[in-house]
């Protein structure tokens, strides 16, 4: 399809099949678990999978498989298969959960009920990354018409933001009884650049555990804040330590970030606390190793244990790793790259800082690329928005993908 055709078809599908696909979706506050510990109880991850399940359903696809992948205790991924008459696949992923509210929305803008304004569709979701599922969902008629020789596999699952454990499943699944694609494409919000990098995130919880005793008798006790304040100033200090080492110019900031979320402790101000936790990440550059920061942190926290113990045997300090999402860093050669570079026009690509099923697809040995609409700007803080504009780029960027695959 050349673009001119492209457009008009693009602008056909609009009105009647891609906002009306968003506006109900956005409806559902379907938040990561991170956001929403009883999600399981709350049911909207399944309700937007049934959601996004029937949809698909009612379209006159001849094959179609649609499938809502349910594992105990994990959330649902939704896999559908647009068939082809070879056996080699393209995967297009997404993952269906969101951001939590934030406050400050502008007025007549909230996080739960889409508004179309100037161009601009609001609402939790619109950019990180239903803009994409929505497109996707929307040519699929369009992918089967085209009779493909390629099949098309689509798969949602929902990112837990640390750890993508929702797309690990379906991770394992590929080259078993699920093909292995040539090439996946995940649609985080990228403006439509073409993305061949990002960094990694590792996630840990440091728990202090000193002795509690009155106030009026510290040196009976062991003030676990004040501990923690030390290793706080610890990671500080690494922080500046990898702000001054290598730089990588592609990812914006150049360098590995570390900092700390939270910190909780204590009961009382006339109590020596016991117990202080707080939790802290680290984003590495694919170059990076990312063992380093925790030992440099854990071999400076060995150093505070013998005042500690001088004091009670019983206390210390526990660092846990919480989860990780592997750096991604595409292959020189790789399918997934040249696809997503021929199917844009762009003539180079680009790395971004914020983590992806991406990593763990292309370790899978799965060529892999991120492209997608919206800006990640507006992804992650009040007045998420996705322009029109960008939709329509995604719109044309999947017409002509369906094009070079039939
Ligand atoms: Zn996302």
Redesign the pocket.
Known sequence: MDSARADRFVSGLWDDEIVPQLVDYIRIPNKSPLFDAEWQQHGYMDRAAELMAAWCRSQPIKGLKVEIVRAKGRTPVLFCEIPGSGTDTVLLYG?MDKQPEFTGWIDGLSPWEPVLRDGKLYGRGTC??KGFIACVLALAPSFKARRLKVPIHLAFSY?EEVGCTGVRPLIARLGEDLPRPRAIIVG?PTMMAVIDAHKRIDAYKTLVTGREAHSSKPHLGVNAISVAAQLVGELDRIAAELAAAGQDQRFQPPVSTLQVGNIRGGTAPNIVPKSCRFQWQVRSLPSADPAAVPKEFVAFAATLLPRMRAVAADTGVETTHEGSVPAFQAKPDSAAVALALSLTGANATQAVSYGTEAGLFEQAGCPTVICGPGDIEQ?HAADEFVSLGQLEACMTFLAKLAERLA
């Open positions: 993952h990180d990354m990112d985080e992804a």
